[in-house]
């Protein structure tokens, strides 16, 4: 079993939909929980992350943590064509150093 | 400063043949990292330095690979005798000492390394 499980997708909205982008985890010692986008043939860029639980929010993208459940979301309100790319979720210990990530969901937003 | 540098962007090679990368991470950062990409996965840990120090290295970096950082500044990643199954995205990422204020240890990344062994 993987540390990080992530539905490798592809997911297909249209635009203005709200998309939904889910992980959960193994590792009750992860700390930090990242969401990065990655365009094709890019290297993967941070959109936002979250310290334990709890939810955080950043324009038209909201994180939220359960740690309970060992689940994060990432949700996408008014998604645009250029949200297109692949998400990753990524944890990190606290005080560690190795980020681990998911396998990333392929999303297209269709016009 | 303009982010992570990576070079080249692209390295096509013969199996068997060596075949080297150059990162050059953010100035201000001193700890630098190897990742290796490869198609429909998320990116897997390879190495880990802290200045010039490499503290750890992953499984997944057999002994065909090795990696130096000489003097903390940019670092290099070779592969000898490569193999097929070399072939993927080798990402360098970089980030500040101690995190930041919260201690996130935020990554960024340059645009990736991709080797393609014939």
């Known amino acids: 079993q993987k540390e990080v499980e992530q539905d490798p997708g592809p997911l297909s909205v249209p635009e203005g939909a709200i998309v939904s982008l889910n992980c959960t985890y193994s590792?009750?010692?992860?700390?930090?929980f990242m969401w990065y986008r990655q365009y094709s043939r890019k290297g993967p860029e941070l959109l936002m992350y979250?310290?334990?639980?709890g939810n955080k929010e950043d324009g038209r993208f909201t994180a939220q943590v359960d740690k309970s459940s060992k689940y994060i979301s990432l949700f996408i309100r008014d998604s645009q064509p250029s949200d297109s790319a692949t998400y990753l979720c990524a944890m990190s210990e606290s005080g560690g150093f190795k980020t681990i990530f998911g396998a990333g969901t392929r999303l297209f937003v269709k016009a | 400063d303009t982010g992570v540098s990576q070079d080249p962007r692209h390295k096509i090679t013969k199996r068997g043949q060596n075949v080297t990368f150059r990162c050059d991470p953010i100035s201000e950062h001193n700890r630098l990292y190897w990742y290796r990409q490869t198609l429909g996965q998320g990116p897997e840990f390879l190495t880990y330095f802290q200045n010039e120090a490499q503290l750890e290295k992953s499984r997944l970096l057999s002994d065909r690979f090795s990696a130096e950082r000489p003097k903390g500044s940019f670092s290099t990643l070779e592969i000898q005798r490569t193999e097929q199954g070399d072939s993927a995205m080798y990402l360098c990422?970089?980030?500040?000492?101690?995190?930041?204020?919260?201690?996130?240890?935020?990554?960024?990344f340059g645009a990736g390394s991709r080797l393609t062994v014939l």
């Open positions: 990422a970089s980030s500040p000492p101690q995190g930041l204020s919260d201690g996130a240890n935020v990554l960024t």
């Open positions: 590792n009750s010692a992860f700390q930090y």
């Open positions: 979250t310290y334990s639980s």
